[in-house]
């Protein structure tokens, strides 16, 4: 019987799930790799620390060098998150001839030229299905169902946190503050969750994929990136009213020679599949030249699905005997295209001011969003007290740029008291 | 440079597919592999038919030998269907160490046994993604991308041709054979449409799925089938009226130690994404102990999608070195399970009666029900003539052996006109 030893780097949340897995299908993964395979050391923070976990003896330190050093451990899975020292951990690993399995996008994003450098140069596995959309296996599918295609579209909702937040308010009519407080309870936001809310998590993600499907590199930093925490309730009802519901997309589109990519609040109709995905569930959408169409959708977080992620990783490696084979595995970003500058980036918008109850004041807003090249599709108004009056204006494509130039002039008209919000309106029909 | 050469056996619908991609996409393949693919010759049954494509002279052969005698030829891809002569020309390919991709769901399903046997004695490999879905790459996932799991669950919509059928029957309140008049127009169905129409493509697509989710031999007999002729515009519509569209599922699920496999047409609930599944489009969810529930959703049918899924399968072979590894490639249908027999399924049930307008007969029809361990869940009439009601009964769950036993027993009564249908409800809610 083959065996191997491996180590994880972290046992929070998805170092206990791979735990729990190894544990509980270990007759199922034998028969799929042919190893029994044996956790030799966890690294941890505190070694003391209870864990509901039934750990033996000698397993847990807070000394990497006890696995790195330790020539018997062949594989190790990091799932300990954060750049430092886990990027640092993961090089010296793989200089010593270890594979690499890792859930860290942040990593994979930032630091992915280190890091398939180095295993290109030490021969080793670096596999990172469960950095994006947890347990969808959606690298697989863009690295090995897909090679046929020229890929052209990616549009996913890829974080947990966000989308949980923005169903919260969707369908319980909470606030924003209080929709992220019952997220924090429930173990859905992180008690720093700026991450999340801000659109970083998602542009990490994006970043990967279209990495990966445009074969050239996308740096976070190039993603346009907006976030949650300015959507109130207020716009979520307009969506309703329109026939929308709100989510954070990210997008990634091949255009000629250039690539557009932003992760955004966004208007996405309601009887589109996108509109029905909750909670912590993730979807991505693939547009590629042969397949068409092809949408996977399941569990984006959680122990146990983002460690079948790994787990199936860590297979794929024991499949292949530890022998490591390049083309499965190398990124190869080649191609050269531009990344489209923010301004030039087209959608339509919705539009929310709130203004003095005066006559008059659509036709002075109609007229400098026409002076900007905004056209607009529908226009409403909503008193909302004896001198206030909600404008909402739906617009026709226009770039960024204009809205920007509008948006300007707009913080300088006499008769508003507030610009509300801007959000993007994505109809998603391809 | 690396150079490959390869032949197709069928230049249809997929083969042309195939033909196209591996023109169009050159560059992108050539990166994704390493390879050049020369396309040596091409088996047809016709070698003068007028073709859309840009052939070479001396490529296409209407004699298998060509093929098989030529030792350049390292890979075949079957796309010409049918149990024969297509399965004794891919053993006998096999036999002389070429590696297969095919996306015949009959071999598979019927002979897999053979094929795989084979593949494994001679060590190549025998991939077969195109089987199942079309473009969507069902195969790998269960393979590969979800090696961490033990599968529990499969629900599919896989047929496209009776898909089209209820989607216009749905849409256009058509009758069946106006809908499948046009589906044979349109080219999405066959001249003899007998396979899809009756459940049997289905039934091969779910048992190639089972087999290899719950590792175990799931034979096509074995699969409880029946087909959509026999539902009626009347059906739909009641179907609508209750909250429902009528889908022809394929579902496979683990219970204890036994496996349930059955296709039929089912009520599924309007807002269920199933339900927005249209014409070619296909979709599988899956529920691994793992990852938890998994959709994928995408083009079914078709020269391209169907194209997509046979070329990245060869180019998996490529990848490879054209070098066999046993464990990412051999079925295990090692587990031993038995199959549920077909009157221990349960399910609730849509039955439509038409009978005499007089007063009791729900009472009566109740009271049969009842008899047979049928619980009612609602009954509703429609008066249709002066002489003439439908009934409509919706049941709780209960055991085809009941229904079966209703069905003798109500054949029998006086104020029958007509036992019109009897159709599954399926609520999927998991
Ligand atoms: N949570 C999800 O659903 C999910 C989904 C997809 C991807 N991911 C990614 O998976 C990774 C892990 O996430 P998580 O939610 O499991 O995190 P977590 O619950 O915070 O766990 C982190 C683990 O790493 C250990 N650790 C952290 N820094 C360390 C250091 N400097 N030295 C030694 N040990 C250290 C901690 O030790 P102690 O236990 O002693 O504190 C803990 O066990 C992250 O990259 C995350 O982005 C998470
Ligand atoms: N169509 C789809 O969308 C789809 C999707 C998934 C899987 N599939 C599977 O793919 C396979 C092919 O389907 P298709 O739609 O491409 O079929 P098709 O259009 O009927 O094409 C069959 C091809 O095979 C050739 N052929 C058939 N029998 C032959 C024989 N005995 N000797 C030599 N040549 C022979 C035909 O030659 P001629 O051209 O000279 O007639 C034709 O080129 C089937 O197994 C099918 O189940 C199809």
Redesign the interface.
Known sequence: MKQVKIALLGLGNVGS?VWK?LN??KS??F????FEIEIKKILVNDINKKRYLDIPDGILTNNFCDILNDDSIEIVIEVMGGAYPALDYMIEAMKKKKHIVTANKLCIALHGDRLFETALKEKVFLYY?ASVGG???II??IN???????IEKIVGIVNGTTNYILSNMTESNMSFDKALCLAKENGFAEFDPTDDIEGFDAAYKLSIMSSLSF?APVHPNNILREGISNIRIKDINYAKKFGYVIKLLAIGTLKNNSIEVRVHPAFVPK?H?FA?VKDSFNAVYLK????????????GA?D??T??????D???IL???LNY?G??QAR?L?NKYDILPSDEIESEYYIRLNVKDKPGIIGDIGTLLGENNISISLVTQDIQTKHQVDLIFLTQKCKEKSIKNFKEKINNYKNLNKLENIIRIENLNN
Chains 1, 2 share one sequence.
Do not use: M, W
Not at 31 to 34: L, R, S
């Open positions: 799930g897995i509980f299908n199922e993964i028969k799929h790799c042919g299905e347990g969808i296996p697989k599918q090995e169902s897909l090679t046929a295609n020229k074969e009887n599949p029905s590629g030249n042969a397949v068409g169409d092809l949408t996977i959708y399941g569990k959680g146990l699905p460690g079948s992620a790994i787990v199936s860590l297979l794929s499949r292949n005997n084979c083309i499965n190869n080649n």
